[in-house]
């Protein structure tokens, strides 16, 4: 594993997390307590040090996993971040809440559910600009780092082009910008990346995998089941993609490099990005994940590492 540090925060963090959205189940699959444990316990063994969760991934269900596995491990030898604004209240179906009453009532949920009395990074969770902008949401927030509940603050964009949440990051003492960053979806290398290196923000990179269409397993004309995400999108759409996928793996992937390892690593290669979160249902694929790590092309040796 290799690490760097994440912007301004000076958090040590590996450059490959754990993306948790599953655990909440809307990606085809139900979990276990000893499944998640596995997973977290086999992260830890390969060096991962993050794990990014959300108050909406379930309601606090994902949260609520990860809180009983960190009883038996140690919980300073992790980065947990989470988010705000959402209640869940079933698959696919979110209320927004962003007042500062309400936010405060979520931080103190995810405690609870995480089973901690601080969270390494808290973030703004892909909300508009309209709620963005609430100078006593902030206030408030900034007097829970104060309090040590809070670690650091951060953005997870909801847009891979909002450049107006980014900019505003160090304004109101957000340390990291978290986007959705893979070879399918490169925006955020216009405005995003390069306001990131300015303010010298930590860049969490969500879906590296691109929802899975980049890890190799699916060929033009997979479909998936009614639970996953992936089956709501247009279905001429989703061929589209896999037909996409299936050329750049035969022009850009090099012969015997897996293709999953590979997506990981070119997510890296570009210096404003810190780490990158993917998602994995399984030991073996937390496995296969760590592996990008020691592919020649993931440097330590980090632009914003200080």
């Not at 963090?13 to 998640?36: L, Y």
């Not at 977290?40 to 379930?58: F, H, P, Q, S």
């Not at 963005?132 to 951060?154: E, P, Y």
């Not at 997510?267 to 990008?292: D, F, M, W, Y």
């Amino acid at each position: 594993m290799k690490y760097r540090t994440l912007g301004k925060t000076g958090l040590n963090v590996s450059v490959i997390g754990v993306g948790t959205w599953q655990f909440g189940g809307e990606w085809g699959k139900d979990f276990s307590q000893e499944e998640v444990n596995a997973i977290l316990r086999r992260a830890k063994e390969v060096g991962m040090n993050v794990i990014d969760t959300a108050e909406c991934y379930g309601d606090h269900l994902s949260e609520a996993f990860i809180g009983e596995y960190l009883q038996q491990d140690v919980r300073e030898d992790w980065i947990v971040a989470t988010k705000f604004g959402h209640q869940f209240h079933g698959p696919f179906d979110r209320s927004n809440h962003w007042s500062a009453e309400e936010v405060i009532q979520q931080l103190d949920a995810s405690l609870k559910a995480l089973k901690t009395d601080y969270i390494d990074l808290y973030q703004f969770h892909s909300g508009g600009d309209e709620v963005f902008r609430n100078d006593g949401l902030w206030t408030a927030l900034d007097k829970q780092v104060q309090a040590g509940k809070i670690r650091h603050l951060g953005i997870s964009i909801g847009a891979n082009n909002n450049i107006y949440q980014t900019d505003l990051a160090s304004e109101f003492n957000a340390s990291v910008i978290q986007v959705v960053y893979n070879r399918l979806e490169r925006q955020p290398e216009e405005e995003v990346f390069p306001s990131c290196k300015r303010q010298q923000l930590g860049v969490l990179a969500r879906v590296p995998l691109a929802s899975g269409f980049l890890s190799g397993k699916y060929k033009p004309g997979a479909s998936f089941v009614e639970n996953d995400v992936r089956s709501r999108q247009d279905q001429e759409e989703l061929q589209k993609k896999l037909e996409l996928v299936e050329k750049i793996r035969h022009e850009e992937v090099p012969e015997g490099i897996d293709m999953a390892q590979w997506a990981l690593a070119w997510c890296l290669k570009h210096e404003a990005v810190t780490s990158v979160i993917p998602g994995c249902k399984n030991v073996e694929q937390v496995e296969r994940n760590a592996l990008a790590a020691s592919l020649e092309m993931v440097s330590e040796n980090h632009p914003h590492s200080v």
